[in-house]
């Protein structure tokens, strides 16, 4: 584990500071950010603005899911973006054979080779946006800590799920609008489930897990969900990720390398 983070440690240190040569993309990454946030915001007010709400949603709390799904969006921009929608580009150009004879994990090698900081200012605006909704709801710091968990479930689900769908480029070299498909349906997590017929609520919740992302972790800061969720997605989340170990191992064994 100490030579895993040493390796981490260097990795990311080396991958900021080749990003901080273009500190342009920073400020144009901000106003980006800016730009989706208050579009999503407006989307929103456009629901709230004449009295109505989601069942059993006020429209702070709507604002906690937003928030929670903002910050998952820097998430995925800082560290899933950058390493794993390269791994097409590894296969196509021959370079995950120079992957594979690393003495390291080669799925830990593709997951965390490099960090983007352009996705900080959605972690930051996603923060800044539940603390004022939180404000508001009059929440407790304890509040905040027991939505971390099924928040880390979600980012550990989110990252399995790209992973697998990574690994399936061995076979289809053009995977690039899968993973797009992923992210398009990902975007249903910027409202609570109750906002969808009952039919896409189950499609979001047992199929493509966006309500483990997002709502029930807004549910657990709110105070309200039910303690079966919170094991829920934790369960989600380690099954997805032991799953996405092997099949990575899988798909290893139909890999013809770039010298073979």
Do not use: C
């Not at 109505?52 to 006020?58: E, I, L, N, V």
């Not at 352009?118 to 404000?135: E, Q, R």
């Not at 709801?137 to 980012?155: Q, R, T, V, W």
């Not at 039919?199 to 483990?212: E, G, H, L």
Request: aromatic fraction near 18%.
């Amino acid at each position: 584990m100490r030579r895993y983070l040493h390796v981490l440690r260097l990795f990311w240190s080396a991958a900021i500071s080749a990003e901080l040569e273009y500190r342009v993309n920073f400020v144009l990454s901000t106003l980006s950010s800016l730009g989706n946030l208050a579009g999503s915001f407006f989307a929103l007010f456009l629901f709230y603005r004449t009295g109505y709400s989601f069942a059993g949603w006020k429209w702070e709390e709507a604002l906690v899911v937003l928030g929670i799904f903002t910050v998952l969006q820097g998430f995925s921009t800082t560290f899933l973006v950058p390493n794993l929608s390269r791994i097409v580009d590894h296969v196509q150009q021959g370079t995950l054979d120079f992957v594979l004879l690393k003495p390291i994990s080669s799925q830990f090698w593709l997951s965390a080779r490099t960090v983007s900081l352009w996705g900080l200012p959605d972690l930051i605006f996603g923060g800044i946006l539940l603390g004022y909704a939180g404000s508001k709801l009059s929440l407790e710091i304890s509040n905040y800590f027991l939505s971390a968990i099924p928040l880390f479930f979600g980012m550990v689900s989110l990252y399995s799920l790209w992973f697998i769908l990574g690994a399936m480029s061995i076979w289809f070299v053009k995977i690039y609008n899968v993973t797009e498909v992923l992210r398009g349906l990902l975007e249903a997590g910027r409202y609570p489930m109750v906002a969808y017929p009952s039919a896409y609520r189950f499609f979001f919740t047992f199929v493509v897990p966006v309500a483990f992302l997002t709502t029930v972790p807004a549910e657990a800061m709110l105070g309200r969900v039910q303690f079966g969720w919170i094991v829920g997605a934790g369960i989600l989340g380690i099954i997805l990720l032991f799953v996405s170990i092997r099949f990575w191992r899988f798909a290893l064994r139909f890999y013809t390398s770039a010298s073979s």
